[in-house]
């Protein structure tokens, strides 16, 4: 399936976010988490996110929702009674998995923001930027490597470039991009909002 967006419409755009359901141990992380959702939400961006209160996840939805911004959550019945649901949603979706999950987020989103997180981030990164690669969707992925949280995966992934399993422009289609101000703007510019 091809997601297809229409930015001459002038909706709000919305920025998908995956991150981690922990708080992760860096502090600097959780503080930059929270002033990016505020960040997007003044710039008049909607966040589509994975439901949860805790963690990261919980961090940028609470600091949108406090900057009066949209959130759509988005969580699988299996994890709500380990994850408790963010509250003051502009929408909440239940589903029935895992992957019924991320392809509502995607269908929802107009570009992917990844956050530091774990296995399930992990997951949602390789699922947009295959999806990417493929054709499936023309939507921008950006990857903020705070805290150098994604150097040995990129790494990693230079090296399977350089074994012949990628090419460098696979590589090149995810920005890197760590300064709050640029994703912002590398957002606007992108998307036209």
């Known amino acids: ?3 297809e967006v229409d930015y001459a419409c002038g909706m709000k755009k919305n920025i998908c976010i995956f991150c981690g359901s922990r708080d992760g141990n860096n502090l600097d992380i959780i503080a930059k988490t929270a002033e990016i959702g505020r960040e997007l939400s003044y710039a008049g961006f909607g966040i589509v996110f994975g439901g949860g209160r805790l ?7 609470k600091a949108a929702i406090e900057a009066n911004g949209s959130v759509v959550g988005i969580i699988p019945k299996g994890l709500t ?3 408790p649901i963010q509250q003051q949603l502009s929408e909440l979706f239940v589903v029935d998995d895992i992957i019924e999950r991320k392809r509502l987020m995607m269908e929802k989103s107009d570009a992917f923001l990844i956050l530091p997180g774990g296995l399930g981030t992990l997951d949602e990164l390789f699922e947009v930027w295959t999806g990417l690669q493929v ?16 150097d040995q995966l990129l790494s990693f992934l230079k090296q399977a470039n350089e074994h012949g399993f990628l090419n460098s422009d696979h590589l090149k289609s995810a920005a890197v991009i760590n300064d709050i101000a640029e994703i912002v703007t590398t957002l606007e510019k992108l998307l036209g909002n």
Do not use: D, Q
């Open 81 to 83: 009674s380990r994850e």
């Open 135 to 150: 054709g499936a969707h023309t939507k921008p992925i950006i990857i903020a490597n705070w805290g150098n949280y994604y």
């Open 1 to 3: 399936m091809v997601f």
């Open 55 to 61: 963690g990261l996840m919980g961090a940028v939805a």
